[in-house]
């Protein structure tokens, strides 16, 4: 049984009289009437895990009324509603739009910003069937865990809420989302921990930005026990997977599939010759950089807001020739380059058509157009630039190209770290049994003090007045005793009944 969290408490009871408040007399028909609770498949057909998914199309029909009581329709509602939740645990949900099922133009509208992470938590915990939340938002997914009260509900609620805040309808974000329960849920966050779900399997980044995830949640209400306990428990995975399996042999980044591409789309006579211009010198930028110095390039121009992080690349990497530029020049390096990656946090394009049109057309030894490599997300380069003659644009969905290639070795790499995934999501399972666990044990304790202080209390008054102290506190160990006894026995047997429920209802 559920052990409803203050929070749960104040939801349920605001539940309960909102749900008869607005239940109109025809209303009460359907609640009367369970209906067959029908489970949808969704098949994603996700590249690397095979993400199960079902919907329980009609969970709203509550099955726990009977016309048969005695008590009103109403009432039966009432006392229904709050049952319902209290009856059950709440569900581990996660409503995700990714790389696999999702096109960059719509993911690019969901996404967002860290620094609006706890103020999501916050506005989704507020919603009447959410008691935890967490967003993971990156440029190849965006996903929202919660504990949901109600599964249906819950999913509803928080698709409504992701349509409010990007102006995505909600049709359009249902065609795209998966989602996942559970046990489902969880191991799909482990998954995307351990880089099995990001386009360039095994990458790193991931489980940095999920590390991400739990240092910016810290003291948000809302990034509760289960939700964090959840994310603590990926990095371990991620953290595992990288270790134990060679996942992570070779691996590559987003970054350095981009710097592929580029290599890819230029003749091969040009790939150390050719202008390279990185805009954005965050985590990705320097790694663009680092990918283009082992692919041979010596020169580059990189422009950035400030200059700090693009001197502390050149401290770093002095075999390369790296010319800083603030973004107000950004238009003039691009005239003078080939190519130009860009992958910077801005939330605005940094070039739209009306920018590109006068550049200078590109040499034929670099093949005549002008390459835009856009990693960001949301997009730094406007689809429209691709009208162009002159250049051709390339997103973060682009780079598929690049990583379909090994699409053999990254099952046999994916299958090697399941087997961590799923021991993985046992131990997280029994950790959330755990934490109802101790306060039914809690419980127990008390109610077992309450029985033996009584006991306690009869035996004395049957012993008489005239007993010694000795003899008193003797009678008084012996019951403690005996309750110590009662409560191990009793929590035993309703460990062993649980079992026993489980076993039957899987034969
Ligand atoms: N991290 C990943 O794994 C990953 C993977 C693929 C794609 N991406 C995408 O790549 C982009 C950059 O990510 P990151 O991880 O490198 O971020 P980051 O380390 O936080 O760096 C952000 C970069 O963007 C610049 N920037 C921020 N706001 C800007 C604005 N309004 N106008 C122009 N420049 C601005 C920053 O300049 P200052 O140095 O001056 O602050 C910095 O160079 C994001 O769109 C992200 O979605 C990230």
Redesign the pocket.
């Known amino acids: 049984m559920a052990i409803p969290t203050a929070s749960s408490r104040a939801k349920l009871e605001s539940l309960s009289s909102s749900s008869v408040a607005a239940t109109s007399p025809a209303s009460i028909g359907l609640f009367c009437n369970p209906g067959r609770v029908r489970r949808l498949p969704i098949q994603k057909g996700l590249l690397n895990s095979g993400i199960r998914c079902e919907v329980a199309a009609n969970d709203v029909v509550d099955q726990n009324v009977t016309s048969s009581s005695s008590l009103s329709a109403l009432e039966q509602l009432k006392t229904s509603a709050a049952d319902r939740y209290t009856k059950e645990r709440s569900s581990i949900v996660v409503i995700g739009l990714s790389i696999h099922t999702t096109p960059v133009e719509v993911r690019e509208k969901l996404a967002i910003p860290e620094a609006e992470w706890p103020r999501a938590i916050g506005e989704l915990c507020n919603l009447n069937h959410i008691e935890e939340a967490a967003v993971l938002s ?2 190849n997914r965006m996903e929202i865990y919660v504990v949901a009260l109600s599964q249906h509900r819950g999913v509803k609620e928080v698709t409504e809420w992701m349509s409010k805040t990007s102006g995505v309808p909600v049709a359009e974000i249902c065609k795209h989302r998966f989602l996942l329960y559970n046990n489902d849920a969880t191991q799909h966050l482990f998954e995307v921990s351990a880089g099995l779900d990001s386009l360039v399997l095994g990458e790193g ?1 991931i489980l940095a ?1 999920v590390k991400q995830v739990v240092k910016v949640g810290q003291g948000v209400t809302g990034f509760g026990r289960n939700i964090s306990g959840l994310f603590k428990h990926a990095i371990t995975v991620g953290k595992r997977v990288r270790t134990e399996t060679n996942i992570a042999a070779g691996a590559v980044s ?1 970054s350095s599939a981009a710097v592929e591409l580029a290599l890819m789309k230029l003749p091969e006579s040009s790939h150390t010759t050719a202008r390279m211009l990185v805009i ?6 320097k790694l663009v950089i680092k990918h283009l110095v082992a692919k041979g390039c010596t020169k580059m121009v990189v422009v ?3 200059e700090d ?1 693009v001197s502390a690349i050149r401290e770093e990497m002095k075999d390369v020739e790296i010319i800083y530029k603030p ?1 107000n020049e950004m238009l003039n390096c691009a005239a003078e380059a080939d190519v130009i990656f860009t ?4 939330e605005t394009p940094l070039f739209m058509k009306e920018h590109v049109v006068d550049l200078p057309p590109v040499g034929p030894s670099v093949g005549g157009l002008r390459l835009f490599i856009d ?3 949301p997009r730094n380069v406007g689809a429209c630039v691709n009208e162009l003659e002159s250049a051709r644009v390339y997103n ?1 969905d682009d780079l598929k190209e690049v990583v379909a290639a090994n699409k053999e070795d990254r099952l046999r790499k994916a299958m090697e770290a399941q087997a961590i995934i799923s021991e993985e999501s046992k131990q997280f399972e029994a950790w959330r049994d755990s934490l109802e666990t101790v306060p039914t044990i809690k419980k127990l304790r008390a109610y077992a003090e309450r029985i033996r202080l009584a006991e306690l209390e009869k035996c004395m008054s049957k012993m008489g007045d005239d007993i010694s102290k000795k003899t008193k506190k003797a009678v008084d160990d012996l019951s403690r005793g005996c309750s110590a006894l009662r409560q191990i026995y009793q929590y035993w047997n309703r460990k062993f009944e649980l079992k026993w429920s489980k076993l039957k209802n899987k034969v």
Do not use: D, E, F, Y
């Open positions: 990156t440029c980044q930005q987003v954005g010198a965050g985590k990705m930028g950035n807001r400030s992080r973004l992958s910077t946090a801005s990693i960001s997300v973060v």
